[in-house]
């Protein structure tokens, strides 16, 4: 019962992940998120009981991917020759965080 859910929300959250990068940042934030979440899901796996790591990577990599494909408010973040983020708005201006 567990595993075709399982199976039936990671393809969910990758087919979702990987048709939005245009509206994130790009297709290769999205991959490290991925690969940043497969990471963690598989150390999970590995100490939950009745969770392979397999499982748990597969569950992690669809997660991270999901949270960096989330649109964080139409920005895409920048930074400058200090090191300090900013965005660009529609007029060109330069907004940084504060």
């Known amino acids: 019962m567990f595993r075709p859910l399982l199976a039936g929300g990671a393809a969910i959250a990758v087919t979702i992940a990987l048709s939005t ?3 994130a940042q790009s297709a290769k934030d ?3 998120g991925a690969a940043i979440g497969a990471g963690g899901g598989a150390v999970v796996g590995a100490v939950v009981p009745g ?3 397999g499982e748990g990577a597969l569950i992690g990599a669809a997660g991270g991917a999901v949270f960096q494909a989330i649109d964080k408010k139409g920005r895409r973040w920048y930074r400058d020759e200090d090191g300090r983020k900013f965005w660009i708005d529609k007029s060109g201006r330069r907004h940084y965080r504060r």
């Open 30 to 32: 999205i991959a490290k």
């Open 51 to 53: 969770l392979s790591v």
């Open 21 to 23: 990068p245009a509206h």
